[in-house]
């Protein structure tokens, strides 16, 4: 049932953090795993290191903020792989700053990446899925696409806007067998955190106290649910926000 063999999987910022754990776990299942990143280097090495464990990578250099480069990417992983059944779309980027203090170029940088990068890819990849017979779409929110916080005016609005896209979605296309979910996670540890726990005073022993696992989540933690949703297992299953935050939203 969860058997991904034969499948080949999109991960856009999938050279490092969640988007690397997701699709280590894609690749443990079986798949083909195409990692779209813009630092080739990155990518270059994560691609490396799966093809050593004999799992079935590769990398396209990608700036998902950008329509004709994700029309080139869509093309060149139908040139090179002949079709696309599972799309995770986690590229993402943050600014930590009040909202009156937010400039519109980062409000723009961050929806950018955040919300129509995935309504890019998604447009792309709903073709070729549609083609092919269907497909699995995985949108990356966050905790934050349901709770406010002071400092993420900009970040909260783009991960509610990906959980409300991918209802959309998910109805839209639901004839062509797609099924589209959310992924939020809470508090992992990855680069993207890394500068926050560091510079925050007080933020590590908060997010520890508050959640239930006691623990930050490891970026590994969000391959089970990319295994889940990406395989038939999940083929009833759409348009939902799922969870994977050790408890944190619960309490
Ligand atoms: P990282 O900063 O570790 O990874 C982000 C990835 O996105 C990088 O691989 C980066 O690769 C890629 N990326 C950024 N901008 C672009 C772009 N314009 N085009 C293509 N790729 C891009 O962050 P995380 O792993 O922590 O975050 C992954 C996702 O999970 C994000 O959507 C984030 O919002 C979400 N999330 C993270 C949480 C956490 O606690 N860490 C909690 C909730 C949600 P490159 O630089 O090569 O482009």
């Known amino acids: 049932m969860f058997d991904l063999t034969g499948k080949v999987a999109l991960v ?28 080739a280097v990155k990518s270059g090495a994560a691609v490396t290191a799966l093809r050593a464990r004999d799992r079935l990578a590769d990398s396209i250099e990608c ?25 995770v779309n986690n590229a993402g980027t943050t600014v ?60 909260g609005a783009s991960k509610g806007g990906i959980v409300q896209f991918t209802k959309s979605i998910a109805t839209a296309w639901a004839a062509d067998n797609i099924q589209a979910n959310a992924v939020l996670p809470g508090w992992i540890d990855t680069e993207l955190t890394r500068g926050a726990r560091a510079q925050v005073p007080g933020l590590n022993e908060r997010v520890l106290a508050r959640t239930p696992a006691g623990r930050w989540g490891a970026a590994s933690d969000l391959a089970g649910i990319a295994v889940f949703l990406a395989s038939s297992a999940s083929d009833f299953i759409t348009g939902t926000a799922i969870p994977v935050d050790g408890g944190y939203s619960i309490t």
């Open 96 to 155: 930590r700053k009040p909202p009156h203090e937010l400039g519109l170029d980062e409000w723009n940088r961050v929806m950018d990446t955040n919300l129509t990068s995935a309504f890019l890819c998604c447009r792309a990849a709903h073709a070729l899925m549609k083609e092919g017979g269907g497909g699995k779409i995985i949108n990356i929110g966050s905790m934050l696409s349901i709770f406010g916080a002071p400092y993420a005016a900009v970040y």
């Open 63 to 87: 700036d998902v903020t950008r329509e004709s480069e994700v029309a080139a990417l869509f093309q060149e992983v139908m040139l090179r792989h002949l079709r696309l059944d599972i799309l």
């Open 12 to 39: 856009t910022g999938g050279n490092g953090g969640i988007g690397l754990g997701m699709a280590t776990g894609l690749a443990e299942a079986g798949a083909t795993v195409v990692l779209a990143g813009r630092n």
